[in-house]
């Protein structure tokens, strides 16, 4: 993925196809975005865990649209992107909480969802996370599983609509 430049720094390009990580794998949902920079992805919404410390993408969703002209999801064009140029990852996703609170930080990204042809039931949305002082690296989730978030800080990248 290239990095576009304007005048006002490098922007990440959210209105293209999605890459599919996997053969079996196909996009359901894919929310073309536009060309955004990359300072409008310094906010993020924090999310914690229900009564059992248990969060699930669906419920990450669901919390995304009621905010929806305030705030926007963002698709995994901008995952892929800042994978490839984590020198631009904002500041902000590295202070979430200190690392003494958490193991882990996951930033979701909720605008394209995908489905297993080999099992068209299940839904995946994919998101970075950063173990202690690793680098970047992604992974996906069912959309219904929860997971514990007392073991990270979760997010859902947001960008400021244009």
């Known amino acids: 993925m290239k990095t576009v430049s304007h005048s006002g720094g490098s922007v990440v390009n959210c209105h293209t196809k999605p890459h599919i990580p996997f053969g079996h794998w196909e996009v359901v949902r894919h ?73 882990a930080r996951r930033i979701f990204f909720l605008d394209t969802i995908f489905r297993d042809r080999t099992d068209p039931a299940d839904l995946y949305v994919r998101f970075m996370f950063k173990k202690t002082r690793e680098t970047w690296s992604w992974d996906y989730q069912l959309v219904t599983e929860p997971y514990d978030a007392d073991l990270s800080v979760v997010a859902v990248t947001c960008v400021s609509p244009h």
């Open 31 to 103: 929310v073309n975005s536009g060309q955004i920079p990359v300072a409008s992805f310094s906010s993020f919404m924090e999310v914690v865990g229900n009564q059992n410390g248990q969060v699930c993408p669906q419920a990450l969703i669901l919390k995304v649209k009621m905010f929806k002209g305030r705030w926007q999801a963002a698709n995994s064009c901008a995952l892929d992107f800042f994978l490839e140029h984590q020198d631009l990852i904002p500041s902000s996703w590295e202070e979430m909480a200190p690392w003494e609170k958490v193991k």
